[in-house]
């Protein structure tokens, strides 16, 4: 069983910045995925970006160039920062692991664990 618990959402005007963070209640093992997603009211959940257990990254196409993605493995923790924030970035954002095979975005939010959830709300 592992824990996620997300931090550091909140509300921000267009072009501001955000850095969320995630804490796992333990040292993941094995070949992890881990990464978050987003889901708006109304809206299906979607994939953001992913950082394996080697440090390969991947992002959506829709935060490429605004978003970064990272990992501090001595503290157990995930980061995302947001940059150049637009108000289609307003969702709720899940930090998630699975040990799925490959390291896919759109697996994100379907198996393995993801936390509670943390706000993001972008005003124009």
């Known amino acids: 069983q592992v824990r996620l618990v997300e931090s550091g959402g909140g509300s921000v005007q267009a072009g501001g910045s955000l850095r969320l963070s995630c804490v796992a209640s333990?040292?993941?093992?094995?070949?992890?995925?881990m990464g978050w997603f987003r889901q708006a009211p109304g809206k299906e959940r979607e994939g953001v970006a992913t950082?394996?257990?080697?440090?390969?990254?991947s992002y959506a196409d829709s935060v490429k160039g605004r978003f970064t993605i990272s990992k501090d493995n001595a503290r157990q923790s995930l980061y995302l920062q947001m940059n150049s924030l637009e108000p289609e970035d307003t969702a709720k954002y899940y930090c998630?692991?699975?040990?799925?095979?490959?390291?896919?975005?759109?697996?994100?939010?379907?198996?393995?664990?993801w936390g509670q959830g943390t706000q993001v709300t972008v005003s124009s």
């Open positions: 998630a692991a699975h040990w799925r095979a490959l390291c896919q975005i759109q697996d994100l939010g379907v198996s393995g664990y």
């Open positions: 333990t040292v993941l093992g094995g070949r992890y995925c």
């Open positions: 950082i394996d257990s080697t440090g390969t990254i």
